[in-house]
């Protein structure tokens, strides 16, 4: 299948590891002319180098903090200006920290808040003008499985990940007709830092080994195992591609079968 995104200039933030890099190497692998963003320098021109040299194509690269309103915009204005337009937005942000209600005071609250949702409302309001222009766009949100079902102790991720579904469905309506088609693809268990980091804090909370604990969450899982960053990253590159045309406003769930809401 042709994804149409052979020269398409595409945007993908918070891509340094974990999902947004295995993203931005699969849109890469399928031609397309991808900026990646971090506000780890080192760690971004390092995934700048691996995926030069998986794919043969020149990754560039921009240092941004999601939670600067000034970074973020003026992170969008420099990839236009290099690449002469944006075609696809692929919106991220490393997770907040585990805990529940109890655990949480207004400083967390407003740190997540505008590290997760109002990133990405950043990111879609300085994108879409040049979406816009192009009269066809994509904008694919990274959010998490809780988007559907809300998973213990993570109540800063339950709340504002359910907010980027909500924006992601009322812009599927307010855009649809200018050509700009947004989704949301959610990560279960996918193997990535994220997971090993509160996977150890689970397993040391209940006394056990992470191994136990990873054993037990797997059994959960009707494929039985956590998935790959590459496997997530393939059904974001689908929806951010071309060859999607009537899709939007969704949001797939990428967890092995885990999540039972019909």
Do not use: C, H
Not at 107 to 135: D, G, K, V, Y
Not at 141 to 161: E, M, T, W, Y
């Amino acid at each position: 299948m042709d994804l149409g995104l052979q020269g398409k200039s595409v945007f993908v933030a918070a891509a340094s590891k974990g999902l947004g890099r295995a993203s931005a190497l699969e849109f890469a692998r399928e031609g397309a002319e991808v900026t990646i963003a971090s506000r780890d320098l080192e760690q971004l021109q390092q995934a700048k180098e691996e995926i030069d040299s998986a794919t043969g194509v020149t990754v560039d690269i921009v240092q941004l903090d999601v939670n600067d309103a000034t970074q973020i915009k003026e992170a969008i204005e420099q990839t236009i200006t290099r690449k002469g337009r944006l075609d696809v937005l692929v919106t991220n942000a490393g997770g907040p920290p585990g805990g529940t209600f109890a655990d949480m005071e207004d400083e967390q609250w407003q740190q997540a808040f505008e590290q997760n949702l109002l990133s990405t409302i950043r990111l879609i309001r300085a994108a879409l003008p040049a979406l816009q222009a192009n009269t066809s766009g994509r904008i694919v949100n990274i959010a998490s499985s809780s988007v559907k079902q809300p998973i213990d102790g993570l109540i800063l991720s339950n709340v504002f990940r359910a907010g980027i579904q909500a924006l992601t469905k009322t812009l599927s309506s307010e855009y649809g007709s200018k050509g700009i088609l947004i989704n949301t693809v959610a990560p279960g268990r996918i193997a990535t830092d994220r997971i090993i980091e509160l996977d150890s804090k689970r397993a040391q909370s209940q006394q056990i080994s992470v191994e136990e604990l990873q054993a037990q969450a797997n059994a959960q899982i009707p494929l039985g195992r956590m998935g790959t960053p590459e496997e997530f990253a393939r059904m974001v590159v689908f929806y951010g591609s071309f060859a999607n045309t009537y899709v939007t406003g969704q949001s797939l769930i990428v967890d092995g079968g885990t999540i039972k809401a019909i």
